[in-house]
């Protein structure tokens, strides 16, 4: 059974740091685009950022280039988020997913395996 499980969430003030975590079983995904999206209450879950099986093509949304790092130790299965200079209107659920894919994709219906999510909540 493929489970995604997410770490690191949680309230940090403004300007602040958090490192969300997201630790897979069930099977390797060495080969795989991973992502991150995050979802507002009452929007669209959104893509984040994302990147290739080997780590070595990146990709960010445009709200958070420059702000956060994707990366992943295939040794441990695991993908990361690092999110410094966080603001206010990164509040959200964050998500990460699993592509059975290995080049970039965006859209979360090219996403195959979930986890539950993690709160990420940025005070003023």
């Known amino acids: 059974q493929v489970q995604l499980v997410e770490s690191g969430g949680g309230l940090v003030q403004a300007g602040g740091s958090l490192r969300l975590s997201c630790a897979a079983s069930g099977r390797t995904f060495s080969n795989n685009a991973m992502g991150w999206f995050r979802q507002a209450p009452g929007k669209d879950r959104d893509i984040v950022a994302a990147?290739?099986?080997?780590?070595?093509?990146?990709y960010y949304a445009d709200s958070v280039k420059g702000r956060f790092t994707i990366s992943r130790d295939n040794a441990k299965n695991t993908v990361y988020l690092q999110m410094n200079s966080l603001k206010p209107e990164d509040t959200a659920v964050y998500y990460c997913a699993a592509s059975t894919r290995y080049i970039i994709v965006r859209r979360p219906t090219e996403y195959n395996y979930w986890g539950q999510g993690t709160q990420v909540t940025v005070s003023s």
């Open positions: 990147i290739t099986g080997s780590g070595g093509s990146t």
